[in-house]
């Protein structure tokens, strides 16, 4: 059977150390590429080895098509090539496409090699000082306002019942209203991190009580970040 890896890309723009070298090894032992933006990743592997022919691969876009592509996947397992799955910013299937794909390839019997990369949610939860035994990762939150404001109340309950953390995400041009609803929302001594730009030069991660945050109002506009709160004392 073929070996499928998991390919991380970096989170900051051409933040290339991140990236282990045998990560370029295990590319180059591929013959087929699902990428969730294939110009990006062409762009990615060009960065990491200027010498790599990336026309060697045969290239499939999964970038909200993951679904339409499982035939295409399940085909080219059958035919015992090695793929490669490289999502966008992170690591395959955590946040990003390529879980379905290596469902079929866990069905199929192939071997999957998961790579060592970047992980914003990780590495957001390594640097925020919160509890890294129990939490859960809920990705977006509701678009609705009202429907935020409620889950958010949830999420602050769980983690106090649980003691859990629980981590977040945003689309960019939505992040200040996520953080308008989350000082509105979550108690004065409920614990926030909010972390942007990891890995990258401006790279921000910072913990405060929600009581300190509305005397510090950051600016989030248009950026990657990932939110985490914890409230159990």
Known sequence: MPTVFLVPSFIAENAINTIPPYVLDAVKE????????????????????KEINI?????????????????????????????AI????????????????????????CSIKPLVGPSSILLALMASGMNGQQFEFVGYLPVDQLERENR????????????????????????????????KTCRPDTLLCIAKDITGKNEFIKTKPVAEWKKDIPSLHKQTVVFIIYAGF
């Open 55 to 83: 026309d060697n691969f045969e290239w499939f876009e999964i970038h909200k098509s993951e679904i339409e592509h499982l035939s295409d996947f399940k085909k080219k397992v059958s035919e015992n090539k090695n793929i």
């Open 152 to 183: 958010l109340r949830e999420l602050e309950n769980a983690s106090s019942k649980n003691l859990s953390s629980k981590i977040f995400i945003e689309t960019p041009y939505r992040n200040d209203k996520l953080f308008e609803s989350i000082i």
């Open 86 to 109: 490289i999502s966008e910013a992170g690591c395959p299937g955590i946040a990003d496409p390529g879980q379905k794909l290596v469902e079929i390839a866990q069905k199929a019997g």
């Open 30 to 49: 591929c013959n087929v590429i699902f990428a969730e933006n294939i110009r990006t990743t062409r762009r990615f592997l060009k960065s990491i080895d």
